[in-house]
């Protein structure tokens, strides 16, 4: 989805799955890893009522950009990034780089 979509949607009472065409698309090789977690999910949505409606979020990968032997270094780093902030999201914790870094290593 485009940017604004989710607002839109939580508006209307409908829940919604966050997904940042511009960040959160993992075939985008030049978005680094750093940028993928700081997409904020929550963007435009100020009432809890309607951040309770936003149920998570996806990243993407198109098989034209990847084979089995990038994997690691073009999808795990950014999902695992896109993957942290939903975490941190749900648990409604501080939004920090630290905290990810923590959450990488015990993984």
């Known amino acids: 989805m485009g940017p604004g979509v989710c607002p839109k949607a939580v508006a209307k009472g409908f829940r919604c799955i966050y997904s940042n065409q511009g960040v959160w698309y993992l075939d985008h090789l030049d978005v680094p ?6 997409a904020e999910p929550l963007e435009g949505i100020h009432t809890a009522s309607e951040q309770e409606l936003v149920i998570g979020g996806e990243v993407c990968m198109w098989a034209e950009t990847v084979d089995t032997s990038d994997v690691q270094q073009t999808i795990w780093p950014r999902a695992a990034a896109a993957a942290g902030r ?14 990810l870094i923590v959450l990488l290593i015990t993984l």
């Open 33 to 38: 890893w750093n940028e993928v977690y700081t």
């Open 86 to 99: 939903q975490i941190l999201l749900m648990l409604d914790v501080q939004h920090s780089c630290s905290v």
